[in-house]
Every structure is written in C-alpha cells, then in structure tokens.
C-alpha cells in the first residue's frame, strides 16, 4: 500500500531546551512520507540555531513575529501539502519511532484520529485516553489532545483555527467540525504523543473564560442549560476522587466507614 502524505507541523517561539528532542521525534519516525514544516514565532534564545541544524530535513520553516500560538498554527494549514495533519509543537514528542507507521498501515477513513496520550506532569505521570464514543457531552466536559490527533488537512484548510482565542480555539475547532459539522471521528488504541502539561492550556481561568464563550457563540441557551447541571456533577465527582488521591487522612477515614459498613452487614447475616 502506497503511503499517504502526513504533515507534521511544530509551532515554536524561544524554545531551545525543548525544540530538538521535538525535531528528532518526527525526523526518527520509521514513516517515511512525511512533511515537516516548523513555524517559528521569530525566537531570540538560540531556538533558530537548532533549526538551522536540520533545514534539509525540513520541508517549510520561517521565524517571523505571529500574533499567538493559532496564527503560527494556521500559517503551517496554509503550507501543508499532506493528506492528514498532525501538530507537535515544541515541547511535545511523539511517544515512539513507529508511531505513525501504526496509524498508517491500514487505510484510515476517518476525519479526526485521536491516539492515547502520555501527560508526563512535574509531580505526577498519567495517560490520557480518547474517548471511544465522541459526543457534546465529551467536548463540553473536556477536548480532544492535538498532539494525539491526525486531522484530515481539508478540514483544517476549510475552518482553520480562530485567531481570536489564545488558548482553546483548538477546542473551538473540535466543537465546530465533530458536533456542528459531523464529520466522522475514530479513537486509536494506542499511545500517541508525549507532553508535560507546560503550555498556555494550563492557565486554567483564562481557558475558562475563552470556553464560555465559545459555548455562548456557538449553542442556544436551551442546550446548554441542561449540560451545565451535567457539568457540575462531573466537577464534583472529579473533586472527590482529587481529595480522595491526594489526601491520606481521607483514605484513612473512607476504609473506616467502609470496615464499619461491612461489619454492620456480617453482623446482620450472623442473626
């Protein structure tokens, strides 16, 4: 089977202790039909010197001023000459060398493909997995991981990403083609991408804020009434199940009430 061009693009801005590893993760892969761009937001630290050292590998770069992460996004959409598209950006890795050549050894129909994904925390390791079935539901309490996504190039050429958000338009994107525009979504049953959670995804408040409003723009209020009650009963359970993994006295008293509990059920099977 002839293989399918897939673009990678890694979007970059004063990342000299990250940006190498990035570059070898992509130009390592076993696949071969490949097409690197790199976007570069005009870096002072040295970050173009490392780009230098692997210009005849790469098949776009540029290092000029952006307005934001999505602006330098879009300018590698604009560029990108491939079937699929897969965005890692400095800092993030892909998990192996065989990586796309999994993805890629059966012919893939599907216009998003999200993989698992490694969140490798400063305290604290964790897989993220895709969900198996995708729905408002899914995309309302979360999003999708772009480092472990290859998304069809004429999608992304089609809507591209709105340069207004700074943080989560990435998520306006998901919103817009797998629930507004229905295009058809598959989970990849294995570990994709490789990401330490460092991004601008993890101002939390400011994230917040750009979901709302996204939300409001996009969905009638009648719709998103209903998925706000759902949304803060997830928020709570995922807040009992934070206590109760960070906090031992709780551990503590939680297998007291369980003892107490099974106790009181032995005592009344005894009679």
Not at 122 to 134: A, C, D, G, S, V
Request: glycine share 4%; hydrophobic share 40%; with cysteine.
């Amino acid at each position: 089977m002839e293989e399918v061009k897939i673009s990678v693009i890694t979007v970059c801005y004063n990342a000299v202790d990250t940006l190498e590893k990035t570059i070898q993760s992509v130009l390592e892969q076993t696949y071969h039909n490949i097409e690197y761009i790199i976007i570069d937001g005009g870096s002072t630290d040295g970050t173009v010197e490392i780009i230098h050292r692997y210009v005849d590998y790469l098949a776009y770069w540029v290092s000029e001023p952006d307005r934001g992460i999505y602006d330098a996004m879009n300018k590698g959409i604009e560029r990108a000459t491939g079937e699929w598209v897969n965005f890692m950006n400095a800092g993030d890795y892909f998990y192996n060398y065989d990586v796309i050549s999994n993805v890629f050894k059966v012919l893939q129909k599907a216009d998003v493909m999200t993989g698992i994904s490694f969140m490798d925390y400063p305290k604290k390791k964790r897989l993220w997995f895709p969900p198996q079935e995708l729905s408002f539901l899914n995309l309302y309490n979360g999003t999708l991981s772009h480092q472990a996504s290859f998304i069809r190039s004429s999608l992304l050429k089609k809507i591209g990403y709105d340069e207004k958000y700074k943080i989560v338009s990435d998520w306006k994107f998901y919103l817009q083609v797998l629930i507004l525009s229905d295009a058809s979504y598959i989970p990849l049953n294995l570990i994709v991408s490789r990401h330490d959670n460092a991004g601008v995804s993890s101002n939390i408040e400011e994230r917040e804020k750009e979901r709302e409003n996204i939300l409001n723009n996009l969905f009638p209020a009648r719709i998103l009434n209903d998925y706000k009650s759902f949304s803060k009963q997830g928020l709570i359970k995922k807040t009992i199940i934070y206590l109760f993994n960070h906090c031992n006295w709780l551990k503590r008293c939680a297998m007291v009430v369980l003892f107490a509990q099974d106790k009181r059920k032995l005592s009344r099977l005894a009679k």
